[in-house]
C-alpha cells in the first residue's frame, strides 16, 4: 500500500510569508501527527489529529496551526515565517495514534 | 513534562562489532516505546517498539530491544553490525493516546568497513 506522501518536498519562502504543507496518510490511517525536525532541537511534536480533531499539541507558538479533513488528509499551515522555522516538516500516520507511527519523507522549508 | 535520554550523540564502530545504544525515558505510566532509524537522505524508518508483554523485542533487520521498566530504559542492541547500518537512530516514547512522540536527540552511527 502507499506510504505517507507529503507535498511538496522542498519549499523556500521569505520571512513574513506564510505556508501550507500537506500530508497524505496511508488509506485507512486516521491519525496524522506533525513533527519538526531540526539540527539544533531535533525532532519535536506539533500536533496530531483524529478524525478531524486535533487532540493534542506541542509547545509552538500560535502561528504554527494544522487541520484534518474528512479523508484523513492533513495541512499545517505557518503564518509570518520566520528564519528560525527552517526546518524539515514531518508528517506521520498511524490508524488510531499511539501505537506505531509511519512517517512521510518530509517537506524541506527553507525561509530566506 | 516527559523526555527521552539518548547517551550517545555520536558512535563509531567497526563491521562485525556488536552495537548498544542506550536510552532512557521519564514517563512513569504505562509507555509505548519505539526505535526508528534514518538512513542518509531517507525517511524515519520504525526499527522495533514495545507496548507491552515480552520485554525483549525483537525488530527488523536483526536489531533487538529490552525494556527495563526498572531503570526507565529501553536500550537498542545488535550483535553484529554492518556498513549499511550507517544511519540515525532514534528513541521515541509515546503515552498511547494523543500526545505525540517524545524523540530522543537521536543517535549518529557510523560503522567503519
Known amino acids: 500500500k502507499a506510504g505517507v506522501t507529503q507535498t511538496p518536498r522542498y519549499l523556500i519562502k521569505t520571512r513574513g510569508q506564510q505556508v501550507t504543507l500537506s500530508c497524505s496518510p496511508i488509506?485507512?490511517?486516521?491519525?496524522v501527527s506533525w513533527y519538526q525536525q531540526t539540527p539544533g532541537q531535533g525532532l519535536q511534536f506539533l500536533f496530531e489529529y483524529f478524525s478531524e480533531t486535533q487532540r493534542n499539541k506541542g509547545n509552538f507558538p500560535g502561528r504554527f496551526s494544522g487541520r484534518q479533513f474528512s479523508n484523513s488528509r492533513s495541512e499545517m499551515n505557518v503564518s509570518t515565517l520566520e528564519l528560525g522555522d527552517s526546518a524539515l516538516y514531518l508528517c506521520?500516520?498511524?490508524?488510531?495514534?499511539?501505537?506505531?507511527?509511519?512517517f512521510g519523507s518530509g517537506t524541506r522549508l527553507t525561509v530566506v | 513534562a516527559q523526555s527521552v535520554s539518548q547517551h550517545n550523540h555520536h558512535v563509531i564502530l567497526s563491521e562485525a562489532a556488536s552495537l548498544e545504544l542506550g536510552c532512557n525515558y521519564s514517563?512513569?505510566?504505562?509507555?509505548?516505546l519505539f526505535w526508528y532509524v534514518q538512513y542518509p537522505g531517507q525517511h524515519l524508518q520504525l526499527l522495533l517498539k514495545y507496548f507491552s508483554g515480552d520485554p525483549l523485542v525483537k525488530g527488523i533487520k536483526g536489531f533487538e530491544a529490552e525494556f527495563i521498566k526498572s531503570k526507565f530504559s529501553f536500550n537498542l542492541r545488535k550483535p553484529s553490525v554492518q556498513w549499511s547500518d550507517t544511519a540515525e537512530y532514534f528513541c521515541?516514547?509515546?503515552?498511547?493516546?494523543?500526545?505525540?512522540?517524545?524523540f530522543g536527540k537521536g543517535t549518529h552511527l557510523i560503522i567503519q568497513p
Open positions: 488509506s485507512g490511517h486516521r491519525s
Open positions: 521515541a516514547e509515546g503515552g498511547g493516546g494523543a500526545d505525540g512522540l517524545t
Open positions: 514517563y512513569g505510566g504505562t509507555v509505548n
Open positions: 506521520a500516520s498511524s490508524l488510531v495514534g499511539g501505537h506505531g507511527y509511519t
